[in-house]
């Protein structure tokens, strides 16, 4: 059995990696080594137990055997998206940090309950989102005042997948959502952090692929979003099939505008005069290492935990009531048609 472990986690915290033989989880693998001393790995891949070898640490089939024998204070979750719920309810119960790819939770209710069990267990529920780390989103965020009043954004961002999904993503049972759950959740994500819920969404789905259609994994959305109590609109576009990948992020207010892709963030005034600039050249990883280094570094920060808890609860009450909004659409058409 574990030993009993103090409040206060360790400078180099004891980490578990769950579902480390993926691809998530081997990107992340080196990256949480550098500020985490990895003292095992739960995957039940055929793949799993020579990477745990030749990692150096001991192989898991299943959480509860790592929860019976490894002692840690941190979990690094990338499992497909069906397992996040029953993964991360079970570190919580064991009183367990949970370090997450999104989504945080599919429904409100679960992410409730997840926040629940956060604050019972006085452990943190940290859900990894990149852009929130990029120095060219940090900008826009931190610059968005300067625009005055904002009143339309649209956002775009479009992968050139030049095949049907595959693996997880192309079963509804694992990746129980298409591509507003996937790629949208960082999206909708850097909209929170900026604006508030909005009040209305009207939402078109959009299937480049039959079988996609036939599991109701949308591969393009298109969201139109109204806010409460402000002029602000915008719009929201994510796909997978386009033909090239591109991410444009614009803002436009009443006194300039912001205009973000990933490599750079420029404030306009009125009339398009640049008036600042802030260029990133990556790489990627630049950003993922201080994403998990600053979540390691704030397991226990309580006012952290409350504001990530908070914008990740409106994350999914936001994407969750899309999906429930087109279930009931699709029940009216249904109860008419019959
Ligand atoms: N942030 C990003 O840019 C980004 C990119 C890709 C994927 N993701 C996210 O990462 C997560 C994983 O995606 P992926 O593409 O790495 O999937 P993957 O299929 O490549 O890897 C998932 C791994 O989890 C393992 N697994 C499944 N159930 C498990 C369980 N109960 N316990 C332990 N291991 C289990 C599988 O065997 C597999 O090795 C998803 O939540 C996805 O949304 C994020």
Redesign the pocket.
């Known amino acids: 059995m574990p030993s009993d472990r103090s409040e206060n986690v360790r400078p180099r915290p004891r980490v578990l990696v769950?579902?480390f033989?993926?691809?998530?989880?081997k990107e992340y693998l080196p990256i949480v080594r550098e500020s985490a001393d990895v003292v095992g790995g739960?995957?039940?891949?055929p793949a799993?137990s020579s990477l745990a070898d030749e990692s150096g640490f001991p192989h898991y089939d299943?959480?509860g055997e790592a929860l019976e024998s490894a002692d840690f204070d941190a979990a690094v979750v990338?499992?497909?998206?069906s397992?996040?719920f029953?993964?991360s309810t079970k570190l919580l119960a064991h009183g367990r940090h949970v370090i997450k790819?999104?989504?945080f939770a599919i429904t409100e209710q679960e992410a409730r309950h997840l926040i629940h069990l956060s604050q019972k267990a006085d452990r943190s529920v940290f859900t990894?989102l990149?852009r929130n780390f990029s120095p060219v989103f940090r900008f826009a965020q931190e610059n968005l005042a300067r625009v005055g009043e904002p009143y339309w954004f649209s956002y775009d961002y479009h992968f050139n997948l030049a095949h049907p999904t595959t693996?997880?993503r192309a079963s509804r049972e694992q990746a129980m959502g298409g591509v507003l759950l996937?790629m949208g959740y960082?999206l909708v994500d850097v909209l929170t952090g900026m604006f508030p819920e909005p009040s209305r969404v009207h939402s078109a789905f959009v299937h480049h692929y039959q079988e996609m259609r036939d599991r109701r994994l949308e591969d393009l959305v298109s969201l139109m979003c109204s806010y409460p109590s402000t002029g602000l609109a915008g719009s929201l576009r994510v796909s997978r099939h386009n033909y090239e990948k591109v991410e444009h992020l614009c803002v436009l207010g009443t006194k300039g505008a912001l205009n973000v892709t990933p490599g750079a963030a420029v404030l306009h005034s009125i009339g398009g005069l640049p008036l600042e600039r802030r260029t990133w050249k990556g790489p990627k990883t630049d950003a993922v290492r201080s994403m998990i280094a600053h979540h390691l570094g704030h397991l226990n920060d309580h006012h952290y935990r409350q504001d990530h808890l908070r914008r990740q609860l409106a994350v999914v009450r936001t994407i969750n009531g899309i999906y429930r909004d087109r279930l009931r659409e699709q029940d009216r058409l249904a109860d008419r048609c019959a």
């Open positions: 769950v579902g033989a993926g691809h998530q989880g739960v995957d039940p891949a799993a299943t959480l990338t499992v497909p998206h397992e996040h029953p993964v790819e999104k989504p990894l990149q693996g997880w996937d960082h």
